[in-house]
């Protein structure tokens, strides 16, 4: 892979929180365009590494980190990025849909205002454009001013990824996006990711083996802390090059 | 087995549970019923009652209190409100019942509320006006004594008004006056006296015509009398424009009674007090507990809010923080009075005598704000109910799940856009509750009132028609303490009494009048919250 299509690169990255490292090492390349799956066990370090692409983990106690992590090829974490220019670029969506208590418009809006977009046409159109690209605006086009906590479950999660789209960004973080879903939304939601895929770099975190087979183009599988493997999901899935990951497939721990 | 639910299954649990609950249920609800009960009966029109006594003596009046006779054991004894103070210069006379020959409710018995000497008790004889003499046994006399009465109440509210703009006129003199005198400054003391002479020419121009006015309206008050009989058979003078009603008791309708009641409750509410607190309204003291409260909210919710703010979200968990957290919850438990004290010493003195020295020296030694008044109550009660406010913002500002606030980050806010967007809208509710909590515990509190601004009797409401029209300075008039100065400190507490239950019966219906319209506020924004905009 060569290092102009990366859209995030991880150079010995090593972090963590108080005195326990929770990511050892990792060197990982993301590809643009592409929907890369990180699976793996239960507290093998997934969403600290995600969070390190949009520097989520800094509000939490404790955290440290050492490395490099590269967005496009410029330092996160260096100092003259701005944290806001950082986040406007890379978006983000959590496990539990968290709209705001606010109309269904204003949640999409909420990251252009922050950035200063007054012009309420401006703010209209990103409106329409986001909830377009998110597969939502055929759903609530007729009450952009109902409350967004009258979407159903999947309703929200795909009115977070508008909101996130809204700030334009070409990297899109999400962190088990469908683990409170149930099937039909969740397929309507791997959906929506596939087609997004065309124009957004996006990184999934999932729990869900199928789900990373369905819908990831690369899959990267981490193990306490460690990368253990990382390639194509077809061939990964197919011929796994470490025991490791064969057994985590072939569920014999996780 | 019997023992093992008992307790094991927690059903004495259960049962002690209710038992509190209904207790508590009860204590409330008997607290409303006695008050409310004494209240009501009130103003409710009681018989006149013309009593013989054995040893010849009648008595007219409102049979007040039945009670067993500590100087007769096995008897009962009356409580009779006789009125007439000004005749024979007491309200109420004990009656022994054994002694009572004949009772009766004469129906020729009139009952005359007054601005002065309270009720007067008696049998009119004749209207005098100058349009002539009606007698009371003339049909005539039942309307012409109401129109005379409401024409006296005319008049002397005209020579209120007149009373006051030529105190209005005046006051302007006694102002420069005293800047003149006190002056340092030659220049300062030169433009005062112009001043002074400006004010003068003004009132020398304008008063005459209201003089006489208001010689010509003191005039006509005594113009129109009526003479009453006492039950002891003396006649008595009484200028119509000091009666406030005349009622003839025992002769009423149900309707009429009924009528009685509501106006007695309007002229109650409506009203500025009379007789040292013990008849007329309370006007003055609903509207200054009210204008108290709103002027401490103003000050204690954004002083409440940010100290909860930076609490919750910019001050690191520290020893630092828990202190404060600690003073805080100590805070609330200081009496009530130490606030007072330290409303006096610091607000009263050092901060409003600080102003007096800077801004209205030419006043002194008389204090503007160096004294009591509303503006420093209100903020003593702000500093009192601070407490309240922080910790119930704390939790409204916990109850924002890591989720949203996280969700606002990520989407670039900055740590002020994240609290002014997201959390401070969420917590609204919380804040609100905390508002409501001050406000029920601001408006029942009366002792740091005492010392930091509260009088029995105020000239003026601090809120008027004459610039600045707040009057921040100004003494005012409080429920709470009305309370305890009509119940305890009044010249005729028996008289007083019911004034006194029905002070209190408004006093909790203004709580919690204050207390449904933050309920309501908080309603509406929760509404809001969950629909659109923030």
Known sequence: ??????????????????????????????????????????????????????????????????????????????????????RSQVGMVF?????????????VSFGPRMAGVRDEKVLA??????????????????????PAFELSGGQQQRLCIA??????????????????????????????????SREVTIVLVTHNLQQAARVAHRTAFLYLGKLIEEGETAAMFASPREKLTEEYLTGRFG | MMHRSLFKEGIAARWLAAAALLLSLGMVLGLLTVVSAVAGRAFWPKPLVQLELASGEKVLGEVWTREPDPHNPGHERWRIKTGNRDV??????WVAKAAVVAREEPRGAWLFERSEYGNFYGFPGELRSPEGVIPAGDDRFPAALAAAVREGRQ?????????????????????????????????RRQQAVAALERARRHEEELAPPLLARLAEVRRLVEDTTLTV??????????????????????????????????????????????????????????????????????????????TAVYLNEYARGGVFTRAVRLALANLAGVPSIVFGAFGLAFFVYAVGGSIDRLFFADTLPTPTFGTGGILWASLTLALLTVPVVVVATEEGLQS????????????????????????LPYATPGILTGTILAVARAAGEVAPLMLTGVVKLAPALPLDGTPPYLHLERKFMHLGFHIYDVGFQSPNVEAAKPMVYATTLVLLALVVVLNLLAISLRARLRRRLSRSAV
């Open chain 2, 400 to 423: 924002v799940p890591d989720a949203t606030r996280d969700g606002a980050r990520a989407l670039g806010a900055t740590r002020w856009q994240t609290l002014r967007h997201v959390v």
């Open chain 2, 229 to 306: 009989r006492t039950v002891a058979n003396q006649e008595i003078t009484v200028a119509v424009a000091g009666v406030v009603r005349a009622v003839p008791v025992n002769t009423l309708t149900p309707a009429q009674r009924v009528g009685l009641y509501l106006s007695r409750w309007w002229e109650f509410l409506s009203a500025e007090p009379r007789e040292a607190n013990t008849e007329g309204g309370i006007f003055p003291a609903i509207f200054g507990t009210a204008l108290m409260v709103f002027l401490m909210t103003f000050a204690v919710v954004p002083l409440g809010v940010v």
């Open chain 1, 95 to 107: 496990q539990k849909p968290n709209p705001f208590p606010q109309s269904i418009a204003r949640n």
């Open chain 1, 163 to 196: 909101r996130a789209l809204a700030s334009g960004p070409e990297i899109l973080l999400l962190d088990e996006p469908a683990s409170a879903l149930d099937p039909i939304a969740t397929a309507k939601l791997e959906e929506t990711i596939l087609e997004l």
């Open chain 2, 155 to 187: 008049l002397m509210a005209e020579e209120r008004a007149l009373l006051d703009r030529l105190g209005a006129l005046h006051a302007p003199v006694v102002k420069y006056g005293a800047k003149a005198e006190g002056a340092r400054a030659e220049k």
């Open chain 1, 1 to 86: 892979m060569t290092g102009a299509t990366a859209a995030l690169r991880t150079r010995s990255l090593l972090a963590g929180f108080g005195r326990t490292a929770v990511l050892q090492a990792i060197d990982l390349t993301i590809p643009a365009r592409q929907i890369t799956a990180f699976i793996g066990p239960s507290g093998c370090g997934k969403s600290t590494l995600l969070r390190c692409f949009n520097r989520m983990n800094d509000h939490l106690p404790g955290f440290f980190r050492y490395g490099e992590v590269l967005v496009h090829g410029r330092d996160a974490y260096d100092p003259s990025f701005p944290l806001e220019e950082l």
């Open chain 1, 125 to 146: 159109e990103l409106v329409e454009g986001s909830l377009r690209r998110a597969q939502l605006w055929d759903e609530v086009k007729d009450r952009l001013d109902a």
């Open chain 2, 88 to 93: 024979t210069g007491q309200d109420f006379v």
